[in-house]
């Protein structure tokens, strides 16, 4: 069974640009959901995609998106790259719409200057 | 909506020695209450879960962990500590009807010989 991984490991990006984070979902699970850590702090929820759809929101701005593909894998955009989103990426996959049972993956370091 | 809080930034504890970590929960129905690890660099991993029935919760590597509707708390506890649980410990909770998870600031346990 592949457990949930993520791409890159590490990632510099300039202030102003934008970046594409990729997650592949561990085998059978059909739920993302997508956390941002900054150093020091507990994950911040993002968003969750349930079967291709957009299944809850937390506080960021629309310049967070995201998708999710027909094999469950997703990807998180960030346009626009501001210093204060600095922060380790956590992608974790469930099973079903009431996924509360999340694994998390090893995360995407991104860093803004 | 729900939150969590840790009270212990940081806890030292000996190897051997019995391990406890506080979690206090703000959460107006029937919460869904998790305990994560995190070790340096990598993503979270679950080590129980609390959804109904028995408060007291066994989970990975030794841990348990006790649910207190009347405190509102969801302790995690450890018998005899090994080097290898030094880490970083997150307390999170989720609604029947949410599905992300709100975690803590988290707790950073060091381990000393």
């Known amino acids: 069974e592949t457990g949930v991984t993520q791409s890159p490991t590490h990632l510099i990006k300039t202030r102003g640009q934008q970046v594409t984070l990729r997650c592949s979902s561990q085998?059978?699970?059909?739920?993302v959901s997508w956390y941002q850590q900054a150093l020091g702090q507990g994950p911040q929820f993002i968003f969750q995609?349930?079967?291709?759809?957009?299944?809850g929101r937390g506080n960021f701005p629309p310049r967070f998106s995201g998708l999710q593909f027909p094999n469950y894998s997703s990807e998180l955009n960030v346009n626009a790259l501001e210093l204060d989103d600095s922060a380790l990426y956590l992608c974790?996959?469930?099973?079903?719409?009431?996924?509360?049972?999340?694994?998390f993956g090893p995360g995407t370091r991104l860093t803004v200057t | 909506a729900q939150s969590v809080t840790q009270p212990d930034i940081h806890i030292t504890v000996s190897e051997g020695a019995s391990l406890e970590l506080r979690c206090n929960y703000s959460?107006?129905?029937?919460?869904?209450l998790f305990w994560y690890v995190q070790s340096p660099g990598q993503g979270l991993q679950l080590l129980l879960k609390?959804?109904?029935?028995?408060?007291l919760v066994q989970g990975i590597k030794g841990f348990e962990a006790e649910f207190k509707r009347s405190q509102s708390s969801f302790n995690l506890r450890k018998p005899s500590v090994h080097w290898s649980d030094a880490a970083e410990y997150f307390c999170?909770?989720?609604?029947?009807?949410?599905?992300?998870?709100?975690f803590g600031a988290g707790t950073t346990v060091t381990v000393r010989a």
């Open positions: 974790a996959s469930s099973l079903g719409r009431e996924g509360y049972e999340q694994y």
């Open positions: 999170a909770v989720a609604g029947a009807n949410d599905y992300k998870l709100s």
């Open positions: 995609y349930y079967r291709e759809e957009e299944n």
């Open positions: 959460y107006g129905a029937t919460p869904y």
């Open positions: 609390y959804f109904s029935g028995d408060t």
């Open positions: 085998s059978g699970h059909n739920t």
